[in-house]
């Protein structure tokens, strides 16, 4: 199995996402620049987390025009594995691969801290690897996270329990004073209709080391390479 | 060409400057060479008025590759082929005048300082003054620095570590905005900032030159100024997003051969950038004006030599590889252009296609008169430092619950954690201990080590002792250091007093450095680089003298790191050092100023505990010994050992521990060389004996556990009202 990891101009978690899948994980991973053309060597494409285009006009508003995105969407539409962490999660937002959008936060504030997701659908190929229930210590790092749909669209993911993620407490209670942003429904991470689409707001790839103080971003990863 | 009052005035320069210059050059300087001068000779590139003072600083040790000077940062080795680079920049007055973007693009020069010498930046800092936040535009100042910074430097991926916030009156008018970054280089991809190689071409990579920041150097960064409105245009405006690529693309040169050289271009634009290149390399340099992409239409040679535009690099490409150079900033998207080439004349000559507008000797440029100064001692000094002890009554016990409380709540004390919340402090999966402890911790990846990262510097005590200050700056900084148990490596400083021409304001500067110099020499830190930031007046007010010590330590073993929060319950809590109650202890500090309204008496050290305190605690923490370190500093001993509980919410229980001398100075009073740690009661011994080895005190001052702050006899408090008290800075936001 190989990860890829696209980079936009501006893309900084990248770096941390290489390092979580190679050198923690033991992954075939390799950079993709935002103007190649062909993933069709990849099971399982990363858009990580960062200012693509400097966030200018809107997160991801510049980044969905890039050439990757066509080959991205017939790689999804292949039923293949496509992960956006924070920056990329707005990108899929912005190309429409996912419902809504992320709206700055409520406080009007950057927030980087420690949040805890709940895990809300252990059945997805991003989430075997946990349990329902289950609160992953995973930090989020944005300016622009807070999750904001229609009703319509809300009750559609509710349904098909596409919400796989919510901002919880450390034992798992879905909380006002959990949610850090003021996300809907506390909504930290969503997938598609087919579920080979997840988008999330927290930084995995920073929670993969007992050093760094979490290791519970791995479980996202190694749900991933179980799959697979 | 004849000069009047005002061109000088414009440009900074006095009358006997220029006279100066005239016979340097034997003639009278032309328009452009007069603004070369200007931001050259200013004290923000030409340090004519700290130079001579500066050159007590040590600048040596076995681990000191470069010294400063030599290059944009001195350079330290840290062993298996790895360096680290770091620097220090003040941008106080375009924060003063505009803070987001002021404060924004202080941070976009340091970062350019790091990398331009082909080190990847790891980490950010920032230390900052302001006035008090029940003043508007302070709230105003304070809400679009951080800002600023949280904008900025977001976007680039760099981690910001912290540093450190304090108010007082005197930065009302003009806030402190310093700025650190520390980058890491394999040693053999280092990049030098030198002109080599006649025929090589220089190539300016990056931002459009605008107007924007003309006169940025001489005007706003090197007198003190009346009527802020008017320089509002001297403020750039940053674009962090080409920053960033900048960031890789010139890391990307780095590791080819094709270039020379590279430097970045920050106050006086290209001026500085390329004279500096051409002074430290072997020859000079030529440059048409009218191959430097513009902004705007109708500039002058004046205005595009002097610009200071941000985003903007200068590369010196060896002759034949500019195609390739190219292809590369196009791949980032980056504009480049050759703009001139490395001459062998010694010359610094600027064209305007055919015609020479500029053509002046690049020794000349770069030696600007050094000014030294006779003071004496002010008057005023004396009566601060006459503080009698007994001139105010002790704090009756009762009254200890609601001082702490007041001190915790401090915006000086308070936890600063509503700011560095905004900063993304873990990208780079490096961040081991977070922002909040007396020092950063970052793991270096591919080695078992870490590096730990802090700043320091008390303006009140050097408003009321300059030279102690100086001392215990460094003291501090080192001693944050050692409490994450690292060995500390090497110090930038940044240096921001006021009006240098000033006898009373000269004094200050050079006991300052003076004491900075005495206790790096004797702790056997060098100075590997710094930043100057003179005439922080305004309306003849000059702030507090304000030296700020960034420092670097190294940690052999991550593993073996310290942070300064409880860690179990059941560990016994000791002092560590100074174990006596120094009455006098009280001065200067944040107790006497919040609590009697007085800012008076020397802040105290006994400096040659201090070192034996410090080699003590790093050995304890080396072998494993002690649990968490947290040094006692602003609100003394109680507000150490309330933060020591709040970090990781777990409670103290103090000894009937019969504290001698008078209880607010045994409590708030800030003596240096303290530090408080917790300890396996099993191990206590082994810390007795190895603190006798060091002939420094280990006072056992109570045991960690449970929910409650408690100071026998005196208070009793939920961990949840000092956390309120201390988490309350957001509320004044």
């Known amino acids: ?228 | 060409m004849p000069v009047s009052k005002e061109m000088l005035d414009n440009v900074a320069l006095s009358q006997a400057e220029y006279r100066l210059i005239v016979d340097k050059l034997g003639r009278e300087p032309s328009e452009v060479e007069l603004g070369m001068f200007g931001s050259l000779w200013s004290e923000h590139c030409g340090y004519k008025h700290s130079k001579a003072l500066l050159k007590q600083l040590p600048s040596k040790s076995k681990r000191v590759l470069v010294k400063p000077g030599e290059e944009n940062a001195g350079v330290i080795d840290i062993g298996d082929g790895l360096v680290i680079i770091m620097k220090i920049e003040s941008h106080n007055h375009p924060s003063a005048i505009e803070p987001y973007q002021g404060a924004a693009t202080g941070v976009g020069g340091i970062v350019r300082d790091i990398f331009t010498m082909g080190a990847r930046p790891i980490a950010l800092m920032n230390s900052l003054r302001f006035g008090p936040l029940t003043d508007a535009h302070n709230k105003y100042l304070f809400g679009g620095v951080v800002g600023g910074i949280a904008g900025y430097g977001n976007c680039l991926g760099i981690p910001d570590i912290g540093g450190e916030i304090f108010f007082a009156d005197c930065y009302s008018a003009n806030p402190l905005v310093n700025a650190l970054c520390l980058g890491i280089a394999e040693a053999k991809h280092l990049v030098r900032a030198r002109a080599y190689g006649e025929g090589n071409l220089l190539m300016l990579v990056g931002a459009d030159t605008g107007r924007d920041g003309l006169h940025g150097a001489s005007g706003l960064a090197s007198r003190t100024f009346e009527d802020e409105r008017e320089l509002r245009s001297t403020v750039q405006v940053g674009n962090p997003f080409l920053e960033k690529l900048l960031i890789e693309a010139c890391l990307e040169l780095a590791q080819t051969d094709w270039i020379a050289g590279m430097q970045d271009l920050g106050a006086a634009g290209l001026t500085s950038s390329a004279v500096e290149l051409a002074s430290r390399g072997s020859g000079g340099i030529e440059i048409d004006v009218l191959k430097i992409p513009r902004r705007e239409k109708g500039m002058t040679p004046y205005e595009v030599m002097l610009s200071e535009s941000q985003e903007r690099m200068l590369v010196v490409v060896k002759k034949g590889y500019e195609g390739k150079v190219k292809t590369l900033f196009d791949r980032w998207e980056l504009r480049s252009d050759i703009i001139g080439f490395v001459t062998g004349d010694g010359l610094a000559r600027i064209k305007e296609g055919g015609k020479i507008v500029a053509e002046v000797p690049v020794n000349v440029l770069s030696s600007s008169p050094v000014y030294r100064k006779r003071v004496k001692k002010p008057e005023w000094l004396n009566k601060l430092q006459s503080f009698d002890v007994n001139s105010i009554p002790d704090l009756p016990r009762r009254k200890v619950k609601t001082v702490l409380l007041r001190l915790l709540a401090s915006p000086n004390v308070a936890s600063k954690r509503c700011v560095y919340r905004q900063y993304d402090h873990q990208v780079g999966n490096n961040t081991v201990v977070f922002p909040g402890s007396d020092a950063a911790v970052l793991r270096i990846k591919g080695t078992k080590k870490a590096i730990s990262l802090t700043t320091d510097g008390n303006g009140r005590y050097c408003y009321v002792n300059p030279y102690l200050g100086g001392v215990i700056a460094v003291s501090e900084a080192a001693r944050n250091l050692v409490c994450s148990g690292a060995q500390p490596l090497a110090v930038t400083d940044c240096l921001n007093f006021g009006n240098p021409e000033k006898d009373d304001v000269y004094y200050q500067l050079k006991e300052c450095v003076a004491g900075i110099a005495r206790a790096c020499r004797e702790l056997k830190i060098p100075v590997i680089s710094g930043n100057v930031s003179l005439y922080n007046e305004t309306k003849g007010e000059a702030i507090y003298p304000t030296p700020v010590v960034g420092m670097v330590g190294l940690i052999d073993d991550v593993t073996r790191h310290c942070a300064s929060g409880f860690k179990n319950e059941g560990d016994l809590v000791f002092l560590l050092g100074e174990g006596k109650t120094v009455d006098s202890s009280i001065g200067s500090s944040e107790y006497l100023d919040l609590i009697h309204g007085m800012i008076k008496g020397n802040p105290y050290i006994d400096f040659e505990m201090e070192k034996r305190m410090q080699r003590c605690c790093l050995e304890a923490i080396s072998r494993e010994l002690i649990n968490s370190a947290h040094d006692c500093s602003e609100g003394g001993l109680a507000v150490a050992l309330a933060e020591s509980c709040l970090a990781n919410g777990l409670g103290f229980v103090s000894s009937e521990w019969d504290m001698e001398g008078r209880l607010d100075a045994a409590l708030f009073g800030e003596a240096q060389s303290r530090i408080v740690v917790s300890i396996a009661p099993k191990s206590s011994w082994k810390l007795q004996k190895m603190a006798d080895r060091y002939q420094i005190a280990a006072t056992k001052l109570g045991v960690v556990g449970g929910k409650r702050f408690i100071l026998k006899g005196c208070t009793d408090l939920s961990l949840k009202e000092i956390g309120d008290a201390w988490y309350g800075l957001e509320k004044l936001l």
């Open chain 1, 1 to 228: 199995m190989k990860f890829g990891i696209i980079i936009f101009p501006g893309t900084w978690s990248d770096r941390d996402c290489y390092y979580s899948l190679n050198d923690i994980l033991k992954q075939k991973v390799s950079y993709i620049w935002h103007k190649e053309t062909d993933l069709s060597e990849y099971d399982c494409v990363v858009l990580p987390g960062g200012f693509s285009y400097g966030d200018y006009l809107r997160p991801g508003a510049i980044a969905r025009f890039s050439p990757i995105m066509t080959p991205l969407e017939r790689f999804a539409s292949q039923g293949k594995l496509v992960i956006g962490i924070c920056n990329g999660f707005q990108i899929l937002c912005e190309s429409g691969l996912l419902p809504g959008v992320l709206l700055r936060n409520v406080h009007l504030e950057y927030r980087c801290q420690w949040t805890y997701l709940k895990v809300e659908n252990s059945s997805t190929a991003f989430t075997s690897r946990c349990q329902n229930g289950q609160a992953l210590k995973i930090p989020i790092s944005h300016y622009e996270g807070r999750y904001y749909a229609d009703d319509a669209t809300l009750a559609e993911l509710e349904a098909d329990k596409r919400v796989i993620f919510r901002y919880s407490t450390p034992t798992g209670q879905v909380t006002a004073s959990a949610n850090p942003n003021g996300s809907l429904r506390n909504i930290a991470g969503i997938i598609n209709k087919r579920g080979n689409v997840l988008g999330m707001m927290p930084h995995p790839e920073r929670s993969c080391e007992p050093l760094l103080g979490s290791v519970d971003g791995n479980k996202i990863w190694e749900s991933i390479i179980a799959g697979i």
